[in-house]
Structure formats: structure tokens, C-alpha cells
């Protein structure tokens, strides 16, 4: 049984996983944000322990720095917040003792995300939801969030139907591993060297590849599989459909998207609504949450995966009618990977959870 700490104004917040991409990110957007942390920790496995890693935000030491702490069960007795962002086995193997502690663990990784009482979280969307939780907050897959933050918007507009995607996924959803292969196939590649294949299936450097994690029974991969159901959950939506297709290419962090959205016309025929107009859906998204719109043809202007990098929005631009349907808008949609799509929305739900 779950029993919440008081949040204090000033929580302590450990960061678990703190040596990879995600949590050296998630560090820099505590910093950059300014979190009003007490103190801020770092935990990792057992060989990072003792690790330097600078740091002059709220709740900095004197020095600057951190110290890596071996994370063990009793990380979290004092510590207000975890931000996780270690594998799902080790979250799995740590949640107990996070929830125990009356801390509040928001997940980085997959493992707790469907489960019926763990609330799935982008705070654009529904954050209302995180008052529900029982000490495990998890946070969605990099693509579904940056999707959903451009589909909700739209959603309350009108409501969707249906939502076929194609997505442009970075090296970064990889980790540091992917992005350094994708470093080093690059030089090799032209230098005309051999080239070293381990964090992806096949070679990245000019190159795309069409799968993302394993192939499921209908020949799904798991990536897609996630964007179907954690979209449905997130945006409360059992009835909307998703049809995915998702592959990496040799881009270092931000994700892209292109979105095609079919509106429910029975509905809107039934409740004797007009069709939205595409000037409306920009007009939603402009107004939206974390939502920048980049949409200029005459003057090529529209998001990108490099002009974004480091930045904590989702981009969206290239609005226009998909004919295709009887009534459905196209998008297409840019968002730093490990910004918006990792640390920058764990961040965000810490903040939520402030008194």
C-alpha cells in the first residue's frame, strides 16, 4: 500500500541512471528549468559510483559537482522525487523500494506504462491524471509524445477517427550507443574504413531502417505497438485508431513525424457540426501548449530534426487537407528526442507534482 510523502516546495530528487543520454539530459533540463530542488542526487550502477559530474543548478553541492551514489534500496528514504532513467529491469527491481519509500518514481522506460494504475503522463495532454497515481508515474514513449501533444490540440477541436503515422526516429532512441555508432559508422563510411554494426540491426549511416525493436504475431514491431495503445490511453480514447510505421535514420537526436488524421464525421454529422476548416486546426494548434508552428511553403520554411536540437518543443508545420478522406488535416511534426520525447516531459510531470 501506497503512502505519499507530503511534496515539500523543495523536493530532494535523486536522478537513477544518471550516466546515460537520458539522465545526463534529464540533469541539464533540472538545471536549465531552474527545478526548485533541495537537493539533487545522482544514483547508477555500481560501477559509475564515485563519478564527478558537474552540476550548478537548484540544489547543487558547493562545489558544482555530483557524486555518483551506488543505487541500492535505501537511495530513496529521504529523496522526494526519482527521475528514472535506467533500464526497465532496474526499474523494475528498484520500484518497490521507491514506493515504499512514499517517494514518487516517474518512469522513463516502458515497463510500467499499461499497467491500469500507473497514470501515463505528457502534461499538455493530462496532467489531471497524475493525481491518480500510487507512486509510479511512467512516462510515454519518445514518438507517442510528441504525437499526442500535436494531436490533442486537434482532438478538442474535433474529435479524430483515425491517425496514420510514418515516423523519422533518431539515433538518440538508442541511447548514447546509438548516436556514438552513428558518429563513427559516418567517419568510417567516409574514409572508406570497415564499419562496426552493434546498436542497431544494420548499418545507420546512410541508411534508413524500417524496424525499431522486435516484430510482434501481426508483424508489428513494438515501437509501433506502443504508439497504438499508449496513445489511446494517454489521450483517453479507446475507439481511435492508430497506424504506425516506424523507422530509424542517421539523425543524432530530434524525431520526425508525418501525421495524416481522419475526423470522426459521424460524429460531428451526428451532433450536426461542420467539418473543421484547416485555418482551425492551425489556429488550435498555434494556441496550444508547447506547440510551435513552423508552416511557411512559399519561404520553405517548416521544422527540421537539426534546427531543433536542444529545444523543449514540438514543432509542427507542412498543414494541409488530406482529399484522401471526407474530412482529415496532414502534419508534419519535429521534436527533440531526449528533450520533449525523455527528460524535458519527466521534468515537466516533477513540476506538476509541486505544491
Same mark, same amino acid.
Given at each position: ?148 501533444? *500535436? $494531436? ?6 474535433? =474529435?479524430?477517427?483515425?491517425? %496514420? ?5 533518431? +539515433?538518440? /532512441? ?33 541508411n534508413c531502417i524500417p524496424q ?54 459521424? *460524429? $460531428? ?6 467539418? =473543421?476548416?484547416?485555418?482551425? %486546426? ?5 494556441? +496550444?501548449? /508547447? ?32 482529399n484522401s478522406v471526407k474530412s ?28
Amino acid at each position: 500500500m501506497y503512502t505519499a510523502k507530503p511534496m515539500p516546495k523543495n523536493p530532494v530528487v535523486a536522478i537513477a541512471g544518471i550516466t546515460g543520454a537520458v539522465g545526463k539530459e534529464i540533469l541539464l533540463v533540472l538545471e536549465q528549468l531552474e527545478f526548485p530542488a533541495a537537493e539533487v542526487r545522482a544514483l547508477a550502477s555500481a560501477r559509475s559510483a564515485g563519478k564527478r559530474i558537474p552540476y550548478t543548478g537548484p540544489g547543487a553541492p558547493a562545489d558544482g559537482e555530483l557524486v555518483v551514489q551506488e543505487m541500492t534500496d535505501d537511495s530513496f528514504a529521504d529523496v522526494d522525487i526519482v527521475l528514472f532513467s535506467a533500464g526497465g529491469d532496474v526499474s523494475e527491481r528498484f520500484a518497490p523500494a521507491v514506493v515504499a519509500s512514499g517517494a514518487v518514481m516517474i518512469d522513463n522506460t516502458s515497463a510500467f506504462r499499461m499497467r491500469d494504475n500507473v497514470p501515463l503522463v505528457v502534461p499538455e495532454v493530462n496532467a489531471a491524471d497524475i493525481k491518480n497515481h500510487q507512486g509510479i508515474i511512467a512516462n510515454p514513449n519518445c514518438t507517442t509524445i510528441q504525437m499526442v501533444v *500535436a $494531436l490533442n490540440p486537434i482532438h478538442q477541436l474535433a =474529435p479524430i477517427k483515425r491517425v %496514420v503515422v510514418s515516423t523519422y526516429q533518431s +539515433a538518440s /532512441g538508442a541511447g548514447a550507443e546509438g548516436m556514438q555508432e552513428l558518429y563513427d559508422q559516418t567517419h568510417a563510411y567516409l574514409h572508406d574504413e570497415e564499419l562496426t554494426i552493434e546498436a542497431f540491426a544494420h548499418q545507420i549511416a546512410f541508411n534508413c531502417i524500417p524496424q525499431i525493436d522486435v516484430f510482434m504475431d501481426d508483424l508489428s514491431t513494438k515501437e509501433e505497438w506502443k504508439m497504438v495503445v499508449e496513445t489511446k490511453k494517454i489521450m483517453h480514447a479507446p475507439n481511435l485508431e492508430v497506424a504506425p510505421t516506424c523507422v530509424r535514420i542517421p539523425i543524432l537526436r530530434s524525431h520526425s513525424e508525418s501525421i495524416n488524421i481522419e475526423f470522426d464525421t459521424d *460524429a $460531428l454529422d451526428a451532433a450536426g457540426r461542420d467539418y =473543421p476548416t484547416l485555418d482551425q %486546426v492551425r489556429e488550435a494548434l498555434e494556441n +496550444a501548449p /508547447g506547440v510551435v508552428v513552423i508552416d511557411d511553403p512559399e519561404n520553405k520554411a517548416y521544422p527540421m530534426p537539426y534546427p531543433t536540437n536542444g529545444t523543449n518543443e514540438t514543432y509542427v508545420g507542412r498543414l494541409r487537407v488530406d482529399n484522401s478522406v471526407k474530412s482529415g488535416v496532414a502534419l508534419w511534426c519535429v521534436a527533440d528526442q531526449l528533450r520533449k520525447g525523455a527528460a524535458l516531459n519527466a521534468v515537466q510531470i516533477a513540476q506538476a507534482l509541486l505544491p
